[in-house]
């Protein structure tokens, strides 16, 4: 939804066409305008000039006697002093706790420094506020239900004084990881099986703005310092800010060694690879709500995951930098190595280095850090059909059948903020809909959902709002009284869902707001949080939060609270049933895929917001949060048909598949289109859903392993360097499928990249050879009805393909496998279902097969894992086995011989006429039995 402030949009207009494209961007901080970035940014520059080290470990901090050489333990800590150098007052000596542990099972070493603050001889701090650094991102964070990753694994520890600079050693369980600590200037390195992989602090950026009295500045600074807005506040919109802290920044560098690739870090609209910054603005990781965002651009947007990727052929290596506050990454490409430089307004240095072969070794050792994505309802990875707004239950009910009427399958219809009394959340507009149990009971007879949404915004003077304020579970101003700003209802109150208190609140509400009613969820939307008449779109920095902390702390958290505390809620709500909710949040967090799908914002209907969305899907994809979609097809403004073919035809790839609009625009449910363009969105729909056994499986391996549902081409292919640039291809999921959606107007043909090997063309399954060794790009045809997809050899896909109105009407229907051998005749694919509703797959009511072609002779089946009770998988038939043959011609015959348990029967093997394939109809053998077909 919306920003839009109309008095700054009068005031500023001349402002912003001069300078920016995007609606927003006027109003956020560059670096040089944010008081700590700037400051860091230019004592980055002066350090690097004088390179001074005024950061060293006292080694009689260190927790183990130094004289033995070597012990065991979990925990490496030790004080770090900051040095302030004053010969006429005397050094200023800073005490900075530092501590290093290996995380269990994940490839990782923990760092964590903090400052020893001592508020009883400070009275300069007021009693509403926490007086120390906020230290608890990481609960936030991690997947804290994992007791046994959050204990430090075994370490081993060695100390090597050298002649310049003491060196400790630290060994993980293994010796695969060391960890050597530079004592006297302090630095880190970090070797993964004696390579080294990172240089902490390798360029001396690491700062910590220590507590001082505003009147002893001067003497706690170092010469390469400046006092730029350490104080107060010059931005235009942040003035107000009240900095009772004074200056508190965290910052540190980090040089990927050996590697020149870096990803991640979302949210941004921008490239996949992550861009060298030397001359730009550094990214942005700052939670909040842009309008028609800039794109190719590293400004920051609604959500923020602060986890790098980097890559190089054989090592892997990432960065976790757990930290909730306002932050700047810059990325300097130096040679053969990537430079980082991590700044935070406040808050700790916590970060995880996560070390690993290949990229999927850090997402999954990441996931196990942070939490699994959820297995989201079946339903859910089907077609959602919003709009700002349907108005009224007819409304609703006339989509509902007109999508029906043209056979456009779909699951969810959702409602915007107008379906509530006033916009006031946990209520319904009572003339629109007057019986909202009677619509929920109408969508539910097609197995269908609806989803409405409640905003943490809660307009004053109602019983809810009130009940906030009164009970205390609001958020606080810095003067210690309810905050009030001004949103969507105007004059609003906002829940704290880090405080319990407003948790317990806001499950209280949604316990009497959804009842007994099993298809109905929620979108949590404008959690950044989004504030009309706040700085830079959203929360003054110095509220107050839960335990006295303030917003400046845990800003980038609290959209993750909000979201995870509404999962908490319907969860619970929803126990009797067993049901799997369904939360969407445009705020989120590392670990916000515990809890909710998410979406790239308020995107425009033009061909740069769809090209814009597949490297921003791609990036959420690689750290763990894959359940992500862009609006199709584009939130504000009316697309022209072709735009809108074109981007349900991409849109039916992003794993979270919605249709949105904004309230300005015309209607454009699907059916309105005219033929053609009706027929050929349908079959892109249609597809959609024929892929849903194969889209859940993705799914399912998201989440045991963190796998990518839409996934990068260099991600398992980190030996092709060709690869690591491209983001307008993509595989989905380990299916092999490989798809490039046109993003151009007028587009007739693309050029796709293959690795070498053999593809099958999806829809006639010819293939295409590339042969040699390094990928090559080939032109595909591509006029309007086409989307350019393959299915790469050495796969088995699943599918039914039969039209229904929704995904559970599709339990019914029979499987079809599609075969596609790779140059030596193999082939594997896997195939995960379960009733696609319930938690009882944790349980173990799932079904899992393995399918197998070996040497093109022989197919099998391999059930894995079988559910107790039979109502879990539906229909299990299979109807055909296609077989793509160019690979296996020699070894096909007439018919085919079928063994399953005792019984074994010949079938006839029907041909294409094009020759492509082969198929076997009716095999009389299910997808939960293990069988053999010899060819
Ligand atoms: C967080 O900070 C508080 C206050 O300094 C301290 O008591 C606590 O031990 C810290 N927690 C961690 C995990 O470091
Ligand atoms: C590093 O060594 C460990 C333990 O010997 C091994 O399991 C791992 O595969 C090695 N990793 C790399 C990237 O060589
Ligand atoms: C089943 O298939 C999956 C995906 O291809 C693979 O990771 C797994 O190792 C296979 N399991 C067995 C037992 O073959």
Wanted: aromatic residues 14%; hydrophobic residues 35%; contains cysteine.
């Amino acid at each position: 939804m919306i920003f839009n402030n109309r008095f700054l949009i009068i005031f500023l207009l001349p402002l912003y066409w001069a300078t920016a494209f995007g609606f927003t961007e006027y109003l956020l901080k560059t670096c040089q305008q944010s008081g700590f970035c700037h400051r860091n940014k230019v004592y980055s520059q002066n350090i690097l000039k004088t390179k001074n080290s005024y950061y060293s470990i006292d080694l009689s901090s260190i927790n183990y006697e130094v004289e033995k050489s070597k012990s065991e333990l979990n925990l490496f800590t030790a004080n770090i002093i900051k040095t302030i150098p004053r010969p006429d007052v005397g050094d200023i000596k800073v005490v900075l706790p530092i501590s290093i542990s290996f995380l269990k099972d994940t490839n990782s070493v923990r760092l964590t420094i903090d400052e020893d603050r001592h508020p009883e001889l400070d009275n300069s701090i007021s009693e509403i506020l926490n007086p120390y650094r906020y230290n608890e991102t990481w609960k936030w964070a991690f997947d804290i239900d994992n007791k046994d990753i959050l204990q430090g694994d075994k370490l081993s520890f060695y100390e090597l004084k050298g002649s310049s600079n003491n060196v400790i050693s630290l060994y993980n369980r293994d010796n695969s990881i060391k960890v050597e600590v530079y004592t006297n200037s302090f630095k880190i390195k970090v070797f993964y099986n004696d390579t080294l992989v990172f240089t902490v602090n390798d360029r001396l950026f690491m700062n910590l703005e220590h507590k001082r009295l505003k009147e002893l500045n001067f003497q706690n600074i170092n010469p390469e310092e400046t006092p730029y807005n350490m104080f107060g506040d010059d931005f235009e919109y942040s003035k107000d800010d009240t900095l009772k802290f004074g200056p508190e920044s965290v910052a540190l560098d980090f040089t990927f060694n050996n590697m020149e690739n870096v990803y991640g870090i979302p949210e941004h609209a921008d490239s996949l690879k992550l861009k060298d910054t030397s001359n730009t603005e550094p990214y942005r990781l700052f939670n909040v709500d842009v309008f028609e965002y800039t794109i190719d651009s590293p400004m920051p947007m609604y959500g923020a995951i602060p986890f790098m990727i980097g890559t190089n052929k054989d090592t892997s290596a990432g960065i976790f930098w757990v930290n909730a506050a306002d932050t700047w990454v810059d990325i300097a490409y130096e040679g053969s190595d990537t430079k980082t430089h991590w700044i935070s307004e406040t808050g700790i240095i916590d970060v995880v280095l996560f070390l690993g072969k290949s990229p999927s070794d850090l997402t999954k050792n990441y996931i196990k850090l942070t939490g699994k994505p959820q297995l989201p309802l079946l339903s859910s990875i089907g077609y959602h059909q919003c709009r700002w707004n349907y108005n009224d239950e007819p409304d609703v009910l006339n989509v509902d059948s007109e999508m029906d009427k043209y056979q456009f399958p779909f699951d969810f219809i959702w409602l915007d903020l107008e379906y509530t009394d006033d916009k006031k959340y946990f209520t319904w507009k009572p003339n629109s809909f007057p019986n909202p149990k009677r619509l929920l009971n109408k969508l539910a007879r097609l197995g269908r959902q609806l989803v409405v949404l409640i905003d943490p915004h809660l307009k004053l003077n109602y019983f809810v709002s009130d009940s906030v304020v009164e009970d205390q579970g609001c958020v606080y101003n810095s003067e210690g009284d309810p905050f009030i700003g001004h949103c969507w209802p105007g004059n609003s109150i906002w829940i704290d869902t880090l405080n319990p208190i407003g948790q317990k609140l806001w499950d209280g509400f949604f316990k009497k707001f959804i009842g007994s009613i099993k298809n109905l969820h929620i979108w949590n939307d404008m959690n950044e949080p989004s504030i009309f008449s706040g700085p830079e779109t959203t929360a003054p920095k110095d509220l107050i939060h839960y335990a006295g902390f303030e917003e400046r702390s845990i800003h980038n958290i609290y959209g993750l609270s909000v979201h995870e505390t509404t999962y908490d809620s319907l969860k619970e709500i929803k126990d009797g049933s067993g049901l799997r909710p369904f939360v969407l949040t445009r705020a989120f967090f590392a670990g916000s895929q515990r809890t909710a799908a998410t979406w790239t914002g308020d995107n425009a209907a033009n061909w740069d917001y769809l090209r814009i969305s597949i490297p921003m899907c791609l990036t959420n994809n690689i750290v763990g949060m894959p359940f992500i979609g862009a609006d199709v097809a584009g939130f504000s403004g009316d697309p022209e048909p072709e735009l809108l073919v074109r981007w349900y035809q991409a849109g039916i790839w992003y794993p979270f598949f919605r249709g949105h609009a904004h309230i300005d625009t015309k209607r454009r449910e699907p059916y309105l289109l005219d033929e053609p363009d009706r027929s050929i969105v349908r079959e892109a729909i249609q597809l959609r859903y024929a892929l849903l056994p194969m889209l859940y499986t993705s799914f399912f391996n998201a989440h045991r392993t963190g796998t990518p549902i839409m996934k990068p081409m260099f991600y398992d292919k980190t030996m092709y360097p060709e690869l690591y640039a491209i983001d307008d291809q993509f595989y989905v999921g380990d299916s092999g499928l490989l798809v490039k959606p046109i993003v151009d107007k007028e587009a007739t043909s693309v050029e796709m990249m293959f690795v070498p090997g053999i593809y099958y063309e999806y829809t006639n399954l010819s293939p295409l050879i590339i042969n040699g060794i390094v990928p090559q790009s080939r032109n595909i045809d591509a006029p309007l009805d086409i989307i350019p997809m393959f299915i790469e050899g050495g796969h088995i896909l699943t599918r039914r393909n039969k039209y229904r109105r929704s995904s559970k009407l599709m339990r019914h229907d029979p499987y079809t496998l599609v075969i596609a051998p790779d140059v030596y005749g193999n082939a594997f694919g896997d195939l995960y279902i379960d009733d696609g509703e319930t938690f009882e797959f944790e349980k173990g009511e799932y079904l899992e097969t393995n399918f197998s072609l070996n040497d093109g002779k022989v197919l099998k089946s391999t059930v894995l894992n079988e559910p107790q009770f039979d109502n879990v998988l539906g229909n299990t038939d299979i109807y055909e086995i296609k077989i793509a043959t160019a690979a296996i011609k020699k070894t096909v015959k007439k018919t085919v011989t079928i063994i399953s348990g005792s019984n074994k029967h010949e079938v006839p093997l029907h041909r294409s006429e094009d020759g492509n394939w082969v198929s076997i109809r009716y095999p009389k053998i299910k997808v939960d039995e293990t069988w053999e077909i010899t060819f």
